[in-house]
């Protein structure tokens, strides 16, 4: 079993910097693929990045390429997803995942109780 917690998230205006982290604990993060998905009021939970066990392969949604970066210290069991240059459309709640494979429809396995961004414009 995988204990996430996301932590990071918060209040902004447009334009401004955020860095989520994810805490796992329970396995040895290691070993799983992890991703960040992000859900905004009414809408469904879509994906926004995902990076493999030893961070060789990364993948990110088209709308937050160039401007979000996501990454790993596996001795710490800790993710990031650093966001930059941000927008009132990234307001959402975030999420880390944990799965088998880094690819945006990895069925992922275990999921954090999810922070929530806020982006004033």
Known sequence: QVRLVESGGGLVQAGDSLRLSCAASGRDL??????????????????????????????????VKGRFTISRDNAKNTEYLQMNNLKAEDT????????PAATPSTPYTYWGQGTQVTVSS
């Open 30 to 63: 290691g070993a799983y693929a992890m991703a960040w998905f992000r859900q905004a009021p009414g809408a469904e939970r879509e994906f926004v990045a995902s990076i493999a066990w030893n961070a060789g392969s990364k993948y990110y949604a088209d709308s």
């Open 92 to 99: 959402a709640v975030y999420y880390c995942a944990a799965g």
